[in-house]
């Protein structure tokens, strides 16, 4: 992915994409000091920039260093990329991390550096396609106890575990791999959270030891707007066969139906539906306009 034309925000100036280089001895490579986020921007705005902006800030506090620089310079700092590259319809990767100043454990003393790079990101398929659903085996790896792993950061060093469950996934000729937490509940998959249409309530996991995703709010708000219930709980795996309906919610995936987890199968309905359009509405809204719809 680096031999490409394009610009990369780096600490505060533009570099070309294959010069977007940084030093192999840096405290971020060695032991995971970075922490990242992945935003969408359609028709050149980028949804929920200041909620990203903000998890980022706080991902890097929560593992011991502030970002040098403020959210208003951080979403600044976005929107100039995606417009410097020519891009309407885009991921954005913002990605901190300590420097290369020091080399033990210890890193008290490195710098702190920002980057983001931006590609091009459409709309691949339609709704009708995508009706179809995707099949989810389950992850050979649970999500850490909070007193295990900083959980609740968009840490690097978490997403390990994801890798290994996406090929485990993709091995065995599924489309990604459901995770479970330390005790064997229901978590998220690899790289989004999970609903259930429980007898027309929409069912989900506490965000206790995984990331509580911008999607997965923006979903929250948007089935209350249309008077379906929603439960946060604990969910035990045993309880997914009773779903009459399952999706997934994150930036990337946006509103994923579910069609197989593990050999159940489900048949994405109404409420899937429904949010997905709803949804798809939603992020194509100016800021202003989606702060309006308050969800
Ligand atoms: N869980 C994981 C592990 C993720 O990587 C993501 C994507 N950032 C999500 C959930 C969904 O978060 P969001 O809706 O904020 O993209």
């Known amino acids: 992915f680096d031999d490409r034309d394009g610009w990369i925000w780096w600490d505060g100036e533009f570099v070309p994409w294959r010069e977007a280089k940084l030093h192999v001895l840096s405290h971020g490579l060695h032991y995971a000091s970075a922490v990242f986020e992945g935003e969408r921007c359609y028709s050149g705005n980028i949804f929920k920039l200041r909620e990203h902006t903000e998890r980022l800030l706080n991902s890097g506090r929560i593992l011991g260093f502030e970002i040098p620089w403020a959210a208003e310079e951080i979403d600044a700092a ?6 410097r590259n020519g891009l309407t319809d885009a991921y954005v990767r913002p990605i901190a991390w300590r420097g290369s100043e020091e080399i033990g454990v210890a890193a008290q003393l490195t710098s702190v550096h920002l980057a983001i790079a931006v590609w091009e990101w459409g709309a691949y398929f339609g709704v009708e396609q995508r009706m179809k659903g995707v099949r989810l085996c389950m992850a050979p790896w649970r999500r850490p106890h909070p007193s295990t792993a900083p959980t609740a950061s968009k840490a690097t060093g978490l997403y390990m575990i994801g890798t290994m469950s996406k090929h485990a996934a993709m091995d065995g000729g599924y489309d990604d791999a459901l995770m479970l937490d330390w005790k064997g509940d229901v978590a998220e998959s690899t790289g989004a959270n999970i609903f259930f249409n429980m007898g027309g309530e929409l069912h989900t996991p506490t965000p206790v030891n995984f990331l509580d995703g911008i999607t997965r ?3 929250m708000g948007l089935a209350k707007q249309h008077q379906i219930k929603v439960v946060e709980r ?5 309880e997914m066969k009773d779903a009459s309906e399952v999706f997934l919610a994150g930036t990337a995936a946006e509103v994923t139906p579910v069609r197989e987890i ?12 429904t949010l997905m359009r709803d949804y798809e509405a939603l992020v194509r809204l100016s800021p202003e306009e989606v702060a309006k719809r308050g969800a």
């Not at 976005?78 to 417009?83: D, G, L, P």
């Open 78 to 83: 976005c929107v100039e990329t995606v417009r």
């Open 217 to 219: 709010r923006t979903v």
């Open 262 to 273: 593990a050999g159940h199968s489900f048949t994405p309905g109404k409420v899937t539906e």
């Open 234 to 238: 604990t969910i035990a795996e045993a």
